[in-house]
């Protein structure tokens, strides 16, 4: 996916192991960059981060 602001897909994001990727979906920019540093250790392969505005409702 191009053209979205602070996304990052994974490596192999529209290759033929596609399947088995996993957007991880962060609250603020604050906890993409926790997550980005734990992803160092597992690589990036399969995880891509998108960081959401604003608080979650838990509706």
């Known amino acids: 996916i191009s053209g979205i602001a602070k996304l990052e ?7 033929r192991n596609a399947q088995d990727c996993t957007l991880i979906l ?3 920019d604050s906890a993409k960059t926790l ?4 992803l160092s250790k597992v690589g990036r392969d399969n995880y891509g981060i998108f960081p959401l505005r604003g608080k979650l409702l838990n509706v």
């Open 26 to 28: 962060t609250e603020g």
């Open 9 to 15: 897909d994974a490596n192999k994001t529209g290759r």
């Open 35 to 38: 997550a980005v540093a734990g």
